[in-house]
């Protein structure tokens, strides 16, 4: 919890001015409707992280299930899913290159896709399943923190490279570690969680 409170400390305050000039990512040319829709997925994006914590808080879990479904609703329906269908705008107008694209519109997809699922084992009172989806759910609304860590670090270890691999382009250097980072983070995370919920299990059940 107090790394995403960090994370959206030092995020979101500039999306909270809606100046397009302090935005983080530049917005593309003659596209109006780009800096709105990044806002509106920054801010949708925050609530799933916050709200995203108190799920997966097992002593909150235990003492107030009503809490649990009121931010488990807001969980869905105002952070992951607009935020992750917002992100299919946003990813494929990226400016980092077809391989960073594709790697957010994967993952959007997925971050969609495994909420959904969650929801619908919820509805269905399959709760161990519920809780299985939704962990997933949580590991890709916090990859994107993952992701700046491993931008960082990737961007140390490939500088070296800068005037051979990269021939020279700082550009080619960031696209490249900002491919490593949305490619690698929700790799990571989703990993760990299956093996974590795999462990978790019954030894029978295994």
């Known amino acids: ?15 909270l001015t809606f100046d397009p000039s302090l935005s983080r990512l530049a917005p593309p ?23 995203a914590c108190f799920q997966v808080w097992p002593s909150f879990r235990t003492s107030h299930p009503r809490g649990h479904r009121i931010t488990g609703r807001i969980y869905v329906f105002a952070g992951a899913l607009p935020a992750g269908v917002l992100g299919l705008y946003i990813g494929w107008h990226t ?3 077809p391989s960073v ?7 959007s997809a997925l971050w969609v ?7 619908w084992m919820a509805r269905r009172r399959r709760y161990q399943d519920h ?13 994107i923190v993952l992701s700046r860590i491993v931008n960082v670090v990737a961007t140390i270890v490939l500088t070296p490279q800068l005037g051979t691999t ?4 700082p550009e080619l250097l960031q696209y490249s570690s ?16 299956d093996w974590v919920l795999e462990r978790r299990k019954p030894a029978r059940v295994r």
């Open 1 to 15: 919890m107090t790394v995403a409170a960090v994370f959206l400390a030092f995020s979101v305050p500039p999306y």
């Open 29 to 51: 040319e003659g596209n109006d409707l780009y800096y709105p829709l990044l806002v509106a997925h920054v801010l949708f994006g925050a609530v799933a992280m916050v709200t």
């Open 95 to 97: 400016a980092a290159g």
């Open 101 to 107: 694209r594709v790697a957010n519109l994967v993952g």
């Open 113 to 119: 896709a495994v909420t959904i699922t969650g929801l």
């Open 131 to 143: 809780r299985r989806w939704m962990s997933r759910s949580f590991a890709l609304s916090m990859s």
């Open 166 to 169: 990269f021939k020279g382009s």
């Open 178 to 193: 900002a491919s490593i980072g949305v490619w690698l983070s929700p790799l990571l995370l989703l990993l760990i969680t």
